[in-house]
């Protein structure tokens, strides 16, 4: 059995993870981290987790992870950086929910993170943890960077483009919408229920630091530098992201062909599911699950692309792209404990 310490486990993405490696088959929890409800039981801070989960949440103390295989670490972005190189010091393997080390270049995560990266070596050596494009890479990686929710969406969505040299690097535009629980287990006021409920709004217009990761991810797959648009929105729904990617293509295609190479694409790809030309993508099939939905549509008159992409921000967006990338790191069944159906409902 595989010993896990969820660090960071009472957020959103840390409870999310803790509520999928509780049915996992292969892996024990051994420590939940949490320093705002150290000494209480989990099944205190979550009730679901009455007569599943009675285990108490305690303060991060190294000595003891280190006796775990695999650390989650979802701790804020500039937490994380602070923890790491001790657990991989130990011998863990990590994987880490925060911004901390998805980049390829530390000069990038400072510019839009704004502070100096204190372990640049390693992020140098992290893996940034997309099994869709980094599989083999991720299988013998010590240190994995796990894709946020809005980057996930929207690089799968636009990956299969740009991969076949149909889509135009410039001008690439994404219109991303967010359930409230991608802003995290926050009390600030604009998301309080009444302030969400019933309401619609952009936010950290051309400013959004997943602006960066999308263009990194991209840009390796294109070959060259990319500059996008991305333009998120805060909706009143709890969970789910919906991704409308704008790719202007250098000839004329047809959506049966962009269907076909998306299908193509994804073929072996359990997570990845393309629709049927004419059938979109809706966040309730997703909600719950790690799947990634994909509808492609074009448009003749201005011979584009327009592609539509949804999936769970706190599954496939954070924890349950974690235990994909640990089913990975520990050579096992890539769905194992994550192949259930969404909620629908």
Not at 97 to 119: C, F, I, M, N, T
Not at 164 to 174: A, L
Not at 257 to 269: N, P, R
Not at 284 to 292: E, I, P, Y
């Amino acid at each position: 059995m595989i010993k896990a310490a969820v660090l960071g486990a009472t957020g959103y993405a840390g409870i999310e993870l803790v509520r999928l490696l509780t049915n996992h088959p292969e892996v024990n929890i051994e420590i939940l981290g949490s320093k705002s409800f150290a000494g209480q039981k989990i099944s205190e801070v979550y009730k679901n987790f009455n007569h599943v989960l009675e285990k108490e949440c305690e303060e991060l103390d190294i000595e003891k992870v280190s006796k775990c295989d695999v650390a989650f670490t979802a701790l804020p972005h500039g937490a994380s950086k602070e923890v790491i190189p001790s657990l991989i010091d130990k011998g863990l393997k990590v994987i880490d929910l925060s911004g901390d080390y998805r980049y390829d270049d530390p000069a990038v995560y400072e510019e839009w993170y704004g502070q100096k990266h204190s372990s640049p070596e390693l992020m140098k050596e992290a893996v940034y943890g997309l099994p869709e494009l980094h599989r083999e890479k991720i299988k013998g990686a010590r240190l994995i960077g796990n894709p946020g929710c809005y980057t996930t969406c929207s690089i799968l969505g636009a990956a299969p483009l740009l991969a076949n040299k149909i889509g135009e690097t410039k001008n690439i535009i994404v219109d991303a919408k967010s359930g409230v629980t991608g802003a995290g287990r926050s009390a600030s006021l604009p998301y309080q229920f009444c302030e969400c409920t019933e309401n619609m709004k952009a936010y950290k217009v051309a400013t959004h630091r997943h602006t960066s990761e999308i263009e990194q991810e991209l840009g390796n797959i294109a070959g060259e530098k990319i500059m996008l648009s991305f333009t998120p929105h805060l909706i009143p729904v709890k969970r789910g992201i919906l991704s409308t990617i704008y790719v202007n293509l250098n000839r004329e295609s047809s959506a049966e062909e962009l269907t076909k190479m998306y299908k193509d694409f994804y073929k072996d790809e359990f997570f990845v599911r393309v629709k049927e030309v004419g059938d979109l993508p809706e966040t309730k099939h997703v909600a719950g699950s790690n799947f990634v939905d994909i509808g492609v549509c074009y448009d003749k008159r201005l011979q584009r692309a327009v592609v539509v992409s949804a999936l769970d921000n706190i599954v496939k967006g954070a924890a349950g792209q974690a235990v994909q990338n640990m089913n990975l790191l520990f050579g096992l069944d890539e769905k194992l404990g994550l192949n259930n159906p969404g909620f629908y409902l």
